[in-house]
């Protein structure tokens, strides 16, 4: 069965630097979760869109920015990127209109490091 | 503060034992109890999960027990594998929302 994917999956930038981190959620499925994971840390919630509408907003730093395009696909773009914004960064999604909405389906993540 | 308290956070098995992992919550309006499996660098796997309404839910090995005035809830892995060991994270969410993760538990059963 088709899973969610995440590009790229690694990435590495400098300071001060902006990146890009896409998600292309399963098949149908309209709600799309960004999480940030820390080393040794459970993964926080940053932000979520349905039906590319932002549906709530987590501890995301006003220097990243997320959109759901029209084919569900999501961007989460970061900028003036600091060192502490190296982490896991996991793309969840899920079925909104389905008897199993409250189940996430995790991407593979992209990890990205700031130098 | 941790919506979702979990422990212990880290646990050695014995190959064929049983592993324990425990979590509590205290915000009442939670309606979806997942875990998540989680090797090394991979992204996390949902398990299995339970909803409120039930008390017991199994799996194959693995087994959630849910008490749900207790406000408490657990996982149980019969005949823990090697294969089995990876950081387990219990989790809660309502409504189709954010999942709010436990702090995660790293298991190692040891051959």
């Known amino acids: 069965a088709a899973g969610v994917i995440q590009s790229p999956r690694h990435l590495i930038k400098e300071k001060r630097e902006t990146a890009t981190l896409k998600c292309y959620p399963i098949p149908r499925h309209d709600t799309v979760y960004w999480y940030q994971q820390g080393p040794g840390q459970d993964p926080q919630f940053l932000i979520s869109f349905y039906e590319k509408m932002q549906s709530d907003k987590g501890s995301i730093p006003d220097r990243f920015s997320a959109q759901q395009f029209s084919d569900y696909h999501s961007e989460l773009n970061m900028s003036s990127l600091e060192l502490g914004d190296s982490a896991l960064y996991f793309c969840a999604s899920s079925l909104q209109s389905s008897g199993y909405k409250d189940t996430q389906y995790f991407g593979p993540g992209t990890r990205l490091t700031v130098l | 503060q941790q919506q979702v308290k979990q422990s212990p956070q880290s646990l050695i098995v014995q190959k064929g034992g049983i592993s324990i992992i425990n979590c509590a919550y205290e915000n009442t309006a939670f309606d979806y109890f997942p875990w998540y499996q989680q090797f090394p660098g991979k992204g996390p796997a949902l398990l299995i999960a339970?909803?409120?309404?039930?008390s017991e839910k199994k799996e194959g090995r693995f087994t959630i027990s849910f008490n749900k005035s207790a406000k408490q809830f657990s996982l149980h892995i019969m005949d823990s594998q090697p294969g089995d060991s990876a950081t387990y994270f219990c989790?809660?969410?309502?409504?189709?929302?954010?999942?709010?993760f436990g702090s995660g538990t790293r298991l190692s059963i040891r051959p």
């Open positions: 339970i909803r409120p309404d039930v």
């Open positions: 989790a809660a969410n309502s409504s189709a929302s954010k999942i709010i």
